[in-house]
């Protein structure tokens, strides 16, 4: 990203340094909230380290014994949410351009959508899709594309770090060691199955951070392995030791918390390194994003145990500057990328087991700035994608003509309620004990019955 602010690569510093358990935070945005997960090794967390591209959160809790059955054990026919995340604030006012709104020109001189560009948004005739987002625009014409236009929650923090941390454990105070997903997993997961919970950007993701339960991150979805400095044979006798250490005995509770976590990493490599070479039944366009989806659905189809996923849409979104070029390129592959899933899912008859949620931690001014880019707003967007999405839109775009106090689009829907209908609707959980004061909100309907 070479437009973003300086906030932004303060976040992303930030995290990096969080997910290493261990280190502890870097003084950088003081009064900042810790990220979910944060202080992972008071809490027996361990397995990561700059070194190994897999970590296994809740180690302590699988007995070694029963972790060499557990994946093979568990259920592989449970509904699955995938979260994709538009990392730095997508510009929601471009993705669903109001080009029917009177005041949308005169906010927007150059970076306003010229109507006839884009697809018209049925639901509601003043927006129109961007040109890029054409796999959401014939999704959403399929009825399988639920729209949020104008997402949010009260008094929106525009920090990117400390509206992100909101959305990652679904609640407004701070101070939340687990994600939303992460405490959904405390209560139905298994004890024995790391792939339950999936972050698919190489660290823990803060929103499948738990407390009891294993979750595991890979980088890659090709025949995953860990890194090594060295080559084979070397290589091979290394790893051949780590599973002998892992399968060991210790006199101490430290050494012990080693031992099994080598022992999952081992395992775990073995199982995904096993999918290597995988094929799709449809085409995926030539990105990263899109490949790891396409490695998503192939995981989905051999009948890994996998209910809740986390990945970062391609690009990154925080537009201050050169907004047009930058917006264009990543939604497009973000967006063809979701397309090809939804058309793989289906194809392998996958389709009614998975929905998509896509989300970022808050939209952009109203007004364009004088970088032909968009600075820190309110409101943002949001979609849940799949062919059980209701395919209806929730709340409503407010319009330009009455702003909120800071001049920036109203909120018309909470996203903590999007979070409560997923549970409920999707993964047949109660809301209650997951999202705090799950009951004041609005469950918006989400899944077909």
Not at 131 to 155: M, N, Q, R, W
Not at 198 to 221: E, R, Y
Not at 229 to 255: T, Y
Request: with cysteine.
């Amino acid at each position: 990203m070479h437009n973003c602010c300086n906030n932004y690569t303060r976040s992303q510093l930030l995290r990096a340094g969080a997910a290493e358990a261990g280190k502890g935070l870097p003084t950088i945005e003081p009064g900042m909230p810790e990220p979910a997960g944060t202080g992972l090794s008071r809490r027996k967390f361990l397995s990561r380290s700059a070194g190994l591209a897999l970590a296994v959160y809740g180690a302590s809790k699988i007995p070694l014994s029963a972790f060499e059955t557990g994946i093979a054990q568990a259920a592989p026919g449970d509904k699955i949410l995938v979260s994709v995340f538009f990392d730095g604030g997508i510009d929601a006012m471009s993705v669903l351009a109001p080009v029917g709104d009177p005041k949308y020109a005169a906010l927007r001189p150059t970076l306003a959508a010229k109507l006839g560009d884009g697809t018209t948004f049925g639901e509601d005739s003043r927006l129109q899709w961007h040109p890029s987002a054409a796999g959401l625009s014939t999704l959403h014409g399929e009825g399988k594309v639920s729209v949020f236009p104008a997402i949010g929650y009260d008094h929106p923090d525009q920090s990117h770090f400390t509206s992100r941390h909101y959305y990652e454990i679904g609640e407004l105070n701070v101070g939340f060691r687990t994600g939303w997903m992460g405490r959904y997993l405390d209560l139905v997961g298994d004890e024995e199955n790391p792939l339950q919970g999936l972050s698919m950007d190489g660290s823990l993701s803060p929103m499948i951070a738990t407390a009891q339960k294993p979750v595991a991150a890979i980088d890659s979805v090709d025949g995953y392995d860990l890194w090594a400095a060295v080559s084979d044979p070397v290589r091979a006798e290394m790893f051949k030791s780590f599973a002998k250490f892992g399968a060991g005995s210790a006199d101490s509770p430290a050494l012990t918390q080693v031992r099994r976590a080598t022992a999952q990493t081992d395992k775990l490599r073995t199982e995904l390194g096993g999918l290597g070479g995988f094929t799709s039944p449809v085409p995926y366009p030539d990105n990263y994003f899109a490949h790891k989806l396409a490695g998503l659905a192939a995981y989905i189809a051999a009948g890994l145990p996998i209910r809740v996923v986390t990945i970062s849409a391609a690009g990154g979104y925080d537009t201050h500057s050169g907004q047009a070029a930058d917006l264009t390129d990543n939604l497009k592959d973000t967006c063809d990328g979701l397309l090809a899933f939804q058309r793989d899912l289906e194809n392998r008859g996958l389709a009614d087991r998975v929905l998509v949620e896509v989300w970022s931690e808050f939209g952009r001014r109203p007004e364009e700035n004088g970088s032909a880019g968009t600075d820190h707003g309110a409101a943002g967007c949001a979609f849940v994608i799949g062919s059980k999405a209701n395919g209806q839109m929730v709340g409503e775009f407010p319009g330009l003509e009455k702003l909120d106090q800071n001049d920036n689009l109203r909120v018309t829907s909470d996203f903590r309620g999007m979070y409560c209908s997923l549970l409920e609707q999707w993964l047949g959980q109660d809301a209650g004990p997951i999202i705090p004061g799950a009951a004041g909100f609005t469950r918006p309907t989400l899944v077909k019955a």
